[in-house]
């Protein structure tokens, strides 16, 4: 099925670094969401944005509805260990079914060694 | 109070066999979903429940795939004659359809491995 173009598929982090991910679609959505799954749980909400350049935080979380409604960015700010995890955007079309959310493959954040 | 519950919560099973996987939602949760997450992927949409409404089945993968809601509340997804393919974590996730997607809660999953 389709499926967003999330980046970087993986990244290494180190404490207290600041952390940048992506998302972009060649359609356009209403709504992008930001989730977080650890290991054998289900993902977690972090961020919902629903307008288009709105910006929203959520303690060290920062995430942007691109302008153009096909993009969104999650930063992370002084990263923390317990940051380690799979993130993912999701977002739903214009036009398309209430509960059909489209994910991105994931982002992997892992501690550098 | 009590999340999304899932089981089993790890499924074995051989090629060829039917599984059935249940979803306990969230109390009053109007809405469910059913989601498959295979290695390395997102996830991937199956099937949206909404009340009364008939559900939203664009997402299943193939005929061998169905899912039911009983009373509103419970749902069970059934998959026939199993692949290797389908091997996956399948996740369930429920909300109060009036707020939106981004009121989804996920349950821990099941891991299903056919052989």
């Known amino acids: 099925g389709q499926q967003l173009n999330q980046s970087p598929q993986s990244m290494f982090i180190q404490e207290g670094e600041d952390v940048s991910m992506n998302c972009t679609s060649s359609?356009?959505?209403?709504?992008w969401l930001w989730y977080k799954q650890d290991p054998g749980e289900g993902p977690v909400l972090l961020i919902a944005?629903?307008?288009?350049?709105e910006l929203t935080s959520n303690g060290r979380l920062t995430a942007q509805f691109g302008i153009t409604r096909k993009d969104s960015f999650l930063n992370i700010s002084a990263s923390i260990p317990s940051d380690v995890g799979i993130y993912f955007c999701?977002?739903?079309?214009?036009?398309?079914?209430?509960?059909?959310?489209?994910f991105g493959k994931g982002t992997k954040l892992s501690v550098k060694p | 109070g009590a999340g999304v519950s899932q089981s089993p919560s790890n499924k074995v099973t051989e090629k060829g066999k039917d599984v059935e996987l249940r979803c306990d939602p969230i109390s009053g949760h109007t809405a469910l979903y059913w989601y498959r997450q295979s290695l390395g992927q997102g996830l991937e949409f199956l099937i949206y429940?909404?009340?009364?409404?008939?559900?939203?089945k664009s997402g299943l993968p193939s005929d061998r795939f169905s899912a039911e809601r009983t009373g509103g509340s419970v749902s069970t997804l059934t998959i026939q004659r199993t692949q290797q393919e389908d091997s996956a974590v399948y996740l369930c996730?429920?909300?109060?359809?009036?707020?939106?997607?981004?009121?989804?809660?996920f349950g821990p999953g099941t891991r299903l491995t056919v052989l």
């Open positions: 359609s356009i959505f209403n709504t």
């Open positions: 999701a977002g739903l079309k214009i036009g398309g079914s209430q509960g059909n959310l489209i």
């Open positions: 996730a429920s909300s109060l359809v009036s707020l939106g997607p981004d009121t989804q809660y």
């Open positions: 429940f909404q009340g009364n409404s008939a559900p939203d």
């Open positions: 944005l629903y307008k288009a350049g």
